[in-house]
C-alpha cells in the first residue's frame, strides 16, 4: 500500500475540512512566532535599556551607602579596583553622588548631582546616546551639565540656558554654582527624568569640596560570564564594599522580566491546548465517516500499523502544510517588527514600567528558536492529539465496520 499515496488523498477527499485544519493552524503559528518575537523584545529591550543606561550588570558602594546615602560614605582607593576590574576584563566607571536644589528664573526643583568620568563612563553606560535636544557633556566642559527631561519642564530651562546648583559641600559650606545646560535627556528613568543633573568629576569634586573617593562603581561584565561568578569576583576584588548584581538592586524589575518569560510559556500552552483539540476533533470526524473504509482495508489485510501509518500520514501532511504557511507569514511580519515596530508613543507617551522609562517604539527580537520552538511544541501537540483518533481506526474490527452506517 502506499500510504503517502493515499494519504494524500485522503485529506483533499474533504478539502473543506482539511483547509479549515490547516487555516486554524497555521494562523496559531503564526501568532505564536510573531508573539514571541514581540514578548522577547520587550523583555529584552526592558533589561538592555536598564543595563545600558543607569544600573550596568553589577554596582559597587561603600558599605552602608545603599542604607543611608551620605556625601561622607566613600569608596576609597577606588581607582585600584577599576584597575583590577578591567584587568580581569570587566568594564568599570565610577560616579559621585550627591542631593541638592536646582533652579532657573523663579522655577526650582530637587535635584540628584551626578559627577562621572565623562569618557570611562561612555564604557559602562550608553546615556550619552540618548540625547534629546542639544548634546551630552564633552570631558572637558566643566561648566557644563545634562539634566533629566523633565526637570527641564519642571524649571522650563532649554539649552543653553543656566542652571543654578545648590547644595552642602563636604566640609559644610554651602556649595552653589552655575552651569549651562548642554543637552536634555531622553526618557530615562522616574528618578533622571525628574531630577538628575550629570556633570564631569572635576565639576562635581570642584562644587563640593570632596577631593578623594567615590560613591559608586557602575560595572559591565563579559557576556560569556555568569552574573553569580561575575559578582563574587568583583567582591573578592572589593571586599570591604558593598557588591550587588542588578537583580539584587532592581529585584521587581528581575521579577517582572522572568514573569514576562512564564507568561510566554502559558500562552504557548492556552493556544496549543486548543490547537490540540482542534486536530482531535477534525481526525475523530474523519475516521468516523471512514469506518467502512478501514473495515475494508483491515479485511483485504492492511495491519493495524498500516492503518496507524496513514492516519500520521495524513496529519503530517496537514501539519506540514500548516508549518509553511505560518512561516511564510510570520517572515515579512517579523521583519517588519525587527527593522520598523509598532509606534506606541500616542498611546503610552510618558509611561514608565518599574520606574523605567518605556521606549515608545515596539519591536521585537528574532532568532532561529523563535522560529523553531513554537514549531517543535505545535508538531507535539498535534502528535499527541492524533494518537487516539489513529488508535481508535487501526483496532476497528473489519465485520463491525461493514455494517457501520
Not at 160 to 166: A, I, S, T, W
Not at 289 to 302: D, M, P, Q, T
Request: negative net charge; hydrophobic residues 50%; contains cysteine.
Amino acid at each position: 500500500m502506499d500510504t503517502l499515496k493515499l494519504a494524500w488523498r485522503n485529506v483533499w477527499r474533504n478539502t473543506r475540512r482539511s483547509v479549515v485544519t490547516i487555516t486554524a493552524t497555521a494562523l496559531a503559528l503564526f501568532v505564536m512566532i510573531v508573539y514571541s518575537g514581540l514578548v522577547a523584545g520587550y523583555i529584552g529591550g526592558m533589561e538592555r535599556k536598564a543595563l545600558a543606561l543607569e544600573l550596568g550588570e553589577v554596582q559597587i558602594f561603600a558599605e552602608d551607602y545603599r542604607k543611608k546615602p551620605s556625601i561622607y560614605t566613600k569608596i576609597e582607593g577606588h581607582e585600584a579596583i577599576v584597575e583590577q576590574a578591567e584587568a580581569a576584563g570587566f568594564r568599570a566607571s565610577a560616579r559621585l553622588k550627591a542631593s541638592g536644589l536646582g533652579a532657573f528664573g523663579d522655577a526650582s526643583s530637587g535635584i540628584s548631582i551626578n559627577g562621572i568620568d565623562v569618557e570611562r563612563d561612555a564604557t559602562v553606560s550608553d546615556i550619552a546616546k540618548h540625547v534629546h535636544s542639544g548634546r551630552w557633556i564633552g570631558p572637558d566642559e566643566h561648566d557644563a551639565v545634562a539634566i533629566g527631561r523633565k526637570l527641564a519642564k519642571t524649571l522650563g530651562i532649554g539649552v543653553g540656558d543656566e542652571l543654578v546648583v545648590l547644595s552642602q559641600g563636604a566640609d559644610g559650606s554651602m556649595a552653589n554654582e552655575v552651569y549651562q545646560v548642554r543637552g536634555i535627556l531622553k526618557g530615562i528613568s522616574d528618578g533622571v527624568d525628574r531630577g538628575g543633573v550629570f556633570m564631569t568629576h572635576r565639576a562635581y569634586r570642584e562644587l563640593m569640596y570632596l577631593d578623594e573617593g567615590v560613591h559608586q562603581l557602575i560595572v559591565r561584565t563579559p557576556k560569556s560570564l555568569p552574573l553569580d561568578q561575575a559578582t563574587a569576583q568583583l567582591q573578592k576584588l572589593a571586599p570591604e564594599a558593598d557588591v550587588k548584581d542588578w537583580t539584587e538592586l532592581m529585584p521587581t524589575l528581575a521579577s517582572m522580566l522572568e514573569n514576562g518569560k512564564v507568561g510566554i510559556m502559558m500562552m504557548f500552552v492556552i493556544i496549543y491546548i486548543a490547537i490540540g483539540i482542534l486536530i482531535l476533533n477534525a481526525m475523530l470526524m474523519a475516521v468516523f465517516e471512514r469506518i467502512r473504509e478501514f473495515g475494508v482495508l483491515k479485511a483485504i489485510g492492511v495491519g493495524p500499523l498500516g492503518v496507524m501509518a496513514m492516519i500520521f500520514a495524513e496529519t503530517a501532511i496537514q501539519l506540514g502544510a500548516a508549518i509553511c504557511v505560518g512561516v511564510l507569514l510570520a517572515i515579512p511580519t517579523n521583519h517588519y517588527l525587527v527593522e520598523t515596530g509598532l509606534d506606541l508613543s500616542a498611546s503610552l507617551g510618558d509611561v514608565s514600567v518599574i520606574g523605567m522609562a518605556m521606549d515608545p517604539i515596539w519591536r521585537s527580537e528574532v532568532d532561529l528558536n523563535t522560529y523553531l520552538m513554537p514549531i517543535a511544541v505545535l508538531t507535539a501537540i498535534v502528535g499527541l492529539a492524533v494518537i487516539y483518533p489513529a488508535l481508535k481506526a487501526a483496532f476497528v474490527r473489519p465485520v463491525a465496520a461493514m455494517r457501520h452506517q
